[in-house]
């Protein structure tokens, strides 16, 4: 039905008006609802498209891409495809971001859900411009939506906007302390969005439950192809509003002044390095989704928390339709246009063995590991069976590298020449082998070479400022409120001691190098020490390598055997923005340095390594270690 202001698609099982030519969805009637979304919020406020941008030296925007005009892609009685398009003009310069935006909704007959994508074009010549954020939002009515579900484990009753605008703001303004909600089992609780992040390749469905009707709402993302920063890129998924977003890209620029005057910079999980940004006028075109919103129901006599498994079971079935066959797009191209890439990856390290559920992928051209920067693109990722044999499935025709991963093993690989797939092409690659960075053989290691620092200690949170979901799931109890302030309970006099051989690192190591907090908002540099015996030193470099997970405006100094020497020994420099300490996060973009350490600055006996992260000024400044390991000389092989 085509309004003056409006449309709205109605198949039967639900319907979904949108306004004209904005784009915006207004409200979506399902199971008796009248509206699933908010209707107390404005009408471009419900369901939207947005982009958050600059140019280089300018301020920063928020742009809702509302669409100029309506074309009707397809109109049948099986399909309901629409577009809305905004072309941008130099008269446009200052208000909206310099992109063509072409936003899709799509809806089939006999289908509970609908589809969105949208296709983001620059032309040659246009501004300079940076984009920081790119989602598309949901935002429900409070009043009927309040269990949300991320996970099979991550899943609970949630407080409600106005709970949190009752509550106490804590270190920044995400984070709130419930102190009066509406439900009070929930009072006394943080609540803050990033405690229900998740990496993209985790993050296929979630959404929320409505009791009375037993209704659920559900964003299900077939395809991560056109997410930035590959597989294990952290995003949000959905939180208290209730908000439920899909994420295009993420990497937000602002700084804010925390309740204790200290700044932390807003970037999530991977910092500044990941804005897409454009210079010199380059050209650009890219798909963003589609993805499937799902509304699922169940009889009153069912339990609601069912739907979330059947949202599941709709998530499978929509991966295995992926590449849609019914969009109506010259820029997405349809399973038999893309291609197939195969082969087997091989470790050699100390011997050679299978890479075993190792990451492999496909992004556009680079260095090695720089896929986990790039943003402008789109990537394919698979991981190895148990054999190291991978299949990367249905690959956009194009130029990539090939690029590897390995959990257990540092480093990256990348493969020597480019990978050029056409449209309908199997290439097989054969047989790759990694070769994972090693001088000598292992004398002493600490952690897990697996790109986060899960496997060192976590504490527990202060009992007055925990979210009561993780209370009792441990593989999840980074995402607590505070733990960064936890060290100094742990550690009152003395920083950490690590004593290899006797120490262990799931107990003795914490998770996070952070800094100290002395109180009067005053934090100061921590130094780390780790005691290892040599029985002798033998003649010839040795190596440190010391991979970090996430690194946060910080600077790690590397002393051996002399703490008080005016130069480090080796130091990282000030690396990093991704703030992965104060998201809740256990890892945000990797560091691997390799450290030549001279004989003659060895002893045989006890030895001292010294790591000192410089940058004090606040309580998010710091690193979370992945993995440390000495080698020894080349020749002690023999």
Not at 50 to 55: R, T, Y
Not at 532 to 547: C, H, M, P, Q, S
Not at 558 to 583: Q, Y
Request: aromatic content about 12%; hydrophobic content about 35%.
């Amino acid at each position: 039905m085509f309004l003056k202001h409006h449309v709205v698609v109605d198949n039967g099982i639900f319907s979904i008006t949108i306004a004209s030519p904005e784009g915006t969805v207004t409200c979506i009637k399902y199971n008796g609802i009248n509206n699933i979304l908010d209707d107390k919020n404005e009408k471009t406020d419900r369901g939207y498209w947005d982009v958050n941008w600059s140019d280089p030296d300018g301020k920063d925007n928020l742009d809702k891409l509302t669409g100029d005009r309506l074309d009707v892609i397809m109109n049948t009685e099986n399909q309901v495809e629409l577009s809305f398009k905004r072309y941008w003009t130099f008269s446009r310069k200052d208000n909206d971001v310099p992109l063509n935006v072409d936003k899709r909704f799509v809806v089939l007959r006999g289908s509970s859900g609908f589809y969105s994508y949208g296709i983001f074009e620059r032309l040659k010549g246009w501004p300079d411009v940076d984009m920081y954020q790119g989602r598309i939002v949901f935002k429900l009515q409070d009043k009927l939506f309040r269990y949300m579900a991320v996970s099979d484990e991550r899943q609970r009753v949630m407080p409600t906007f106005d709970d949190r605008k009752r509550g106490e703001p804590l270190d920044y303004p995400e984070a709130v302390l419930l102190t009066d909600p509406s439900n009070s089992l929930l009072k006394g609780e943080v609540d803050d969005k990033y405690q229900y992040s998740a990496e993209d390749k985790d993050n296929r469905v979630h959404g929320w439950i409505c009791s009375d009707p037993p209704v659920g709402f559900w964003m299900i993302t077939p395809s991560n192809e056109f997410r930035t920063a590959g597989p294990i890129k952290q995003d949000l998924t959905s939180h208290a509003g209730p908000v439920t977003l899909s994420v295009i890209c993420e990497t937000v620029k602002f700084l804010i002044t925390l309740r204790n005057s200290i700044f932390v910079d807003r970037t999530h999980y991977a910092g500044m390095d990941l804005r897409i940004k454009f210079r010199d006028g380059e050209p650009w075109k890219k798909v963003f989704g589609p993805v499937f919103i799902y509304l699922n129901s169940v009889t009153t006599e069912d339990n609601p928390i069912s739907l979330w498994s059947d949202a599941k079971e709709e998530m499978f079935e929509q991966t295995e339709s992926w590449p849609y066959d019914f969009l109506n797009s010259n820029d997405y191209p349809l399973a038999h246009q893309r291609g197939l890439v195969t082969g087997r990856l091989l470790v050699h390290d100390v011997e050679v063995s299978r890479a075993n559920s190792a990451f492999v992928g496909l992004a556009p051209p680079g260095d090695v590991g720089s896929w986990q920067q790039e943003n402008k693109g789109y990537q394919f990722w698979t991981q190895t069976d148990d054999e190291g044999y991978f299949q990367i499935k249905n690959v956009r025709p194009g130029v990539y590298n090939l690029y590897a991963w390995v959990p257990g093993y540092i480093g990256d690989y990348m493969h020597h020449s480019v990978v050029k797939v056409l449209q309908g092409s199997r290439i097989r690659m054969g047989v790759l082998v990694y070769e994972p960075p090693r001088n000598g053989p292992t004398i002493w290691e600490i952690g897990v070479p697996d790109r986060t620092a899960a496997e060192f200690y976590v504490p527990e949170p202060n009992p007055t400022l925990m979210n009561q979901l993780y209370a009792t799931q441990r593989t999840e109890a980074f995402r607590q409120y505070g733990l960064w302030d936890r060290y100094t309970d742990l550690y009152p006099d003395r920083d950490l001691i690590y004593t290899v051989g006797a120490s262990d690192y799931q107990i003795d190591w914490f998770f996070a190098h952070v800094n100290r907090n002395v109180g009067n908002k005053t934090y100061l540099p921590t130094t780390w020490r780790v005691l290892f015996d040599l029985e002798d030193v033998t003649t010839g470099n040795y190596t440190i390598r010391l991979a970090l997970a996430s690194a946060n405006v910080a600077e790690v100094q590397v002393r051996i055997n002399d703490p008080r020497g005016m130069s480090p020994f080796f130091t990282t420099g000030l690396i990093g923005r991704d703030n992965a300490i104060a998201r809740h996060g256990i890892h945000g973009l990797y560091w691997l340095y390799s450290i030549n350490v001279m004989h003659s600055q060895l002893r045989a006996g006890r030895n001292v390594m010294f790591l000192t992260q410089t940058r004090g000024l606040g309580p998010f400044r710091g690193v979370m270690y992945d993995y440390i390991r000495l080698e020894g000389p080349v020749q002690s092989q023999n």
